[in-house]
Nanobody
Framework: QVELAESGGGLVQPGGSLRLSCVAS????????RSWVRQAPGKGLEWLAT????????NYAASVKDRFSISADSAKNTWYLQMNDLKPEGTAVYYC?????RGRGTQVTVSS
């Protein structure tokens, strides 16, 4: 059973940047598609990005394309989400996801 732990969230001003990390334990995820999703207050889950080892180019939601970047370090069983030019509507709990499993999430608040 894989367990996931996100980190790197916090309070950031509009236009700022954060880098989220997700560490998987229990099972190697090196061959699996790995994703990030978020849930804003009062809203449903929103898929953001997927890193698929079988594809050359990650997939991104239109809302974050060109601002967010997903990457992975298979040796560390870890993947990341670099978030640039954050907007207030980016305030949400961010989760990493693999095989339908999500961690507890990390809170990102974008506010001046």
């Amino acid at each position: 059973q894989v367990e996931l732990a996100e980190s790197g969230g916090g309070l950031v001003q509009p236009g700022g940047s954060l880098r989220l990390s997700c560490v998987a334990s229990g099972v190697s995820v090196s061959t699996a598609p790995r994703s990030w999703v978020r849930q804003a207050p009062g809203k449903g889950l929103e898929w953001l990005a997927t890193f698929d080892p079988d594809r050359r180019i990650p997939n991104y939601a239109a809302s974050v394309k060109d601002r967010f970047s997903i990457s992975a370090d298979s040796a560390k069983n870890t993947w990341y989400l670099q978030m640039n030019d954050l907007k207030p509507e980016g305030t949400a709990v961010y989760y990493c996801e693999v095989w339908g499993v999500r961690g507890r999430g990390t809170q990102v608040t974008v506010s001046s």
